[in-house]
């Protein structure tokens, strides 16, 4: 069983810098991989960032690519999501997910991760 709590959500203006974070805690799994997804208002869960165990191998969806930057502290057991230049399209409910397993071509799918926080909101103003 594993645990994953975000924070770090909040309200902000366009432009704004927000830097999310996902604690977990019960067991640890050697192979797990770490990612980021996203519900907008009225929109489908969207994949945002994914990280491997190593912090080696990163990916991001389209819409924020060049913008977030997902890290990961694995002796503190959290990863991090870096949001800059935010947009009004940017809101959303933030979730973080774990994996035990899940190969190249699957990152981007949720129904491949195991564990799910609880979400965290946020908002960009315009």
């Known amino acids: 069983q594993v645990q994953l709590v975000e924070s770090g959500g909040g309200l902000v203006q366009a432009g704004d810098s927000l830097r999310l974070s996902c604690a977990a805690s019960?067991?640890?799994?050697?192979?797990?991989?770490m990612g980021w997804f996203r519900r907008a208002p009225g929109k489908e869960r969207e994949f945002v960032a994914v990280?491997?165990?190593?912090?080696?191998?990163?990916y991001y969806g389209d819409p924020v690519k060049g913008r977030f930057t997902i890290s990961r502290d694995n002796a503190k057991n959290t990863v991090y999501l870096q949001m800059n230049s935010l947009k009004p399209e940017d809101t959303a409910v933030y979730y973080c997910?774990?994996?035990?397993?899940?190969?190249?071509?699957?990152?981007?799918?949720?129904?491949?991760?195991?564990?799910w926080g609880q979400g965290t909101q946020v908002t960009v103003s315009s």
């Open positions: 997910a774990a994996a035990t397993y899940i190969s190249s071509s699957s990152y981007y799918m949720e129904q491949k991760y195991d564990y």
């Open positions: 019960g067991r640890t799994f050697s192979r797990v991989v």
């Open positions: 990280i491997n165990w190593s912090g080696g191998n990163t």
